[in-house]
């Protein structure tokens, strides 16, 4: 069997199983929509401070989006022994879970361009450095993605893996640098801050968007990269532990 062609099957059925039926599709585009909403049409607020917030709308959405689509997906599947069946294919691990999970980058990514579309309607984003904006917003899709993957792999139940999902979510919304500066943080939380994923692709964001960033892009985009192998070794390693063995 050639790889690519099972990596592009597994794919396309996943898509077509869980990404593509109405309610996540609905759920896809009405969650950053409302936190489009919420930030950008706030009560007594102006237009003046979205540049500032977009990036934090982008980088809650890739979150939530992928995330949440890998608690369903991967632990649904573990809990009704589909993914055994896979298993059983010549198939490398790695592969396999690579293509488990680019249904969910793909969703996250998709979700990070709704925000953008609807602020193009009421501010430019002519000063928009895309060359950065994109490789962030790819790069944080994937390391939210893995990190939903090792939530998931280590739950037994859809929402226990939505429940440990968001003792990391929320957590982040506040520590990585999303709607404030990292500055403004007690001195004791920001060593923390900086040992989350979503801290440097928030910055890279925030670099791109209106050029506040306080880190090398290269750096930002390396960190994320290095959580990505990261993440991905340690579910790869538990699902060996926990799933086969």
């Not at 500032?52 to 997906?73: H, K, Q, R, W, Y």
């Not at 290095?226 to 579910?235: D, E, P, R």
Request: glycine content about 6%; hydrophobic content about 55%; charged content about 10%.
């Amino acid at each position: 069997m050639k790889l690519w062609i099972a990596f592009w099957n597994i794919l396309v059925k996943d898509v077509r199983t869980y990404y593509l039926k109405p309610p996540n599709v609905s759920w896809g585009l009405i969650f950053p929509l409302a936190w489009t909403g919420m930030f950008f049409i706030r009560s007594g607020s102006g237009m003046d401070n979205l540049s500032t917030l977009l990036p934090g709308v982008v980088a809650v959405s890739i979150l939530f989006g992928t995330t949440s689509m890998l608690s369903v997906t991967v632990t649904f599947e573990k809990k009704n022994r589909s993914f055994e069946r896979l298993l059983l294919a010549p198939v490398p691990l790695a592969l396999l879970m690579l293509a488990k999970t680019s249904g969910a980058i793909l969703f996250g990514v998709a979700n990070a361009f709704v925000p953008v579309v609807m602020a193009s309607f009421i501010m430019d984003l002519s000063q928009v450095a895309w060359g950065v904006f994109v490789p962030a917003v790819l790069m944080i899709a994937v390391a939210s993605t893995f990190l939903g993957l090792f939530i998931a792999v280590a739950a037994s139940e859809v929402f226990e893996a939505q429940t440990f999902s968001n003792f990391f979510r929320f957590p982040m919304i506040f520590l990585c640098g999303l709607f404030f500066p990292l500055e403004k943080l007690p001195v004791f939380l920001r060593p923390l801050s900086y040992s989350l994923p979503l801290t440097y692709g928030a910055d890279a964001l925030h670099g791109a968007i209106n050029a506040g960033n306080s880190l090398p892009f290269s750096m930002d985009l390396s960190v994320l990269g290095a959580f990505c192998v990261g993440l991905f070794a340690l579910s790869l390693w538990n699902i060996e532990r926990k799933w086969i063995l």
